[in-house]
């Protein structure tokens, strides 16, 4: 459904994206793993055309959609849920306003729909009665499901999620993993993570990709993974997770 050909992006000399070559499967979990600053949230902006690419093409349903206008971009981002890292709510909105902020910019719709929309939206992430309450009144878990539900607004074919279980305590990453994995199931979204929470990515993904040295390196099961002998996967899964993006060339 999203296909990803030799796609390179840098920033003042920093070769970023080297060539990244990635299919992801329609109504699937894929979540594409990598260390802090390996380019994992500027792979997600190019899939939503928030960033353009200096070479490389991106197909969305056969559609190449690095080759068209904004305003043609506008069309083809209706279908995309985006959860931003952090949770990036507006602290003077309440929950309603924040999780139906895209919809009240939308003139087709009247108060009362989006109403019931956010309604919608929120029961699917488990929470109710919280609409007329601050985002500082939350926990950091509930701030991310609150996020979510602003992305399902649009009942969108693909969410696409970034870092969803950083910074929130265990208990809540496992309430994000268990409802991502629910609103796979039943909405039967194709849906891209990325993470560097290895654990959160075995408990959801259908596929995993690793991002390392502006590369694809790895595409595989859960279990492919684990039973890896390739050295840069293993000494990523076996905890060497921090660290700045490494200069190599692969
Ligand atoms: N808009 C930008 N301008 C300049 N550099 C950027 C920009 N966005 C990201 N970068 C750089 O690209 C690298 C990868 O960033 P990012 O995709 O955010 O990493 P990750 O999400 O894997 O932690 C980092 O070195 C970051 O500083
Ligand atoms: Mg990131």
Same mark, same amino acid.
């Given at each position: $459904? ?9 920033f ?41 690419? /200096? ?6 349903d /056969? ?6 206008? *904004? ?10 849920? $985006?959860?931003?890292q952090?949770?990036?709510l ?6 309603? *306003? ?17 109403? *019931? ?15 007329? @309450?601050?985002?500082? *009144? ?24 970034d ?11 496992? $309430? ?9 199931? @039943? ?64």
């Open positions: $459904m999203i296909r990803i050909q030799e796609l390179q992006k840098n003042n000399g920093l070769r970023v994206l080297r060539g990244v070559n990635l299919s992801i499967e329609a109504a699937k979990t894929h979540v594409i793993i990598g260390r802090s600053g390996s380019g994992k949230s500027v792979l997600l902006k190019h899939i939503l055309g928030i960033i353009k690419p /200096d070479a490389g093409k991106i197909f969305i /056969d559609l190449e959609i690095t080759a068209l206008s *904004e305003k043609e971009l506008d069309k083809i981002r209706i279908k995309f849920g $985006m959860v931003f952090g949770a990036a507006f602290d003077s909105l309440n929950i309603r *306003e924040n999780v139906g902020f895209l919809l009240y910019e939308n003139s087709r719709f009247s108060k009362s729909e989006i109403k *019931e929309k956010v309604t919608n939206s929120l029961s699917l992430v488990g929470l109710k009665d919280i609409e007329t @309450k601050y985002p500082q *009144e939350l926990s950091g878990g509930m701030k991310k499901r609150v996020a979510i539900a602003r992305a399902l607004c649009f009942n969108p074919s693909v969410l696409l999620y870092e969803p279980t950083t910074g929130v305590d265990p208990i809540g990453a496992d $309430m994000i993993n268990s409802l991502i994995k629910n609103l796979q199931n @039943k909405l039967g979204t194709t849906s891209v993570v990325v993470t560097h929470d290895l654990n959160s990515a075995f408990k959801i993904a259908h596929s995993i990709s690793m991002l390392f040295g502006g590369k694809i390196i790895f595409t595989g099961t859960p279990e492919d993974l684990k039973k890896t002998d390739d050295s840069k996967l293993r000494q990523f899964i076996d905890g060497n997770m921090s660290g700045p993006i490494k200069e190599v060339d692969i």
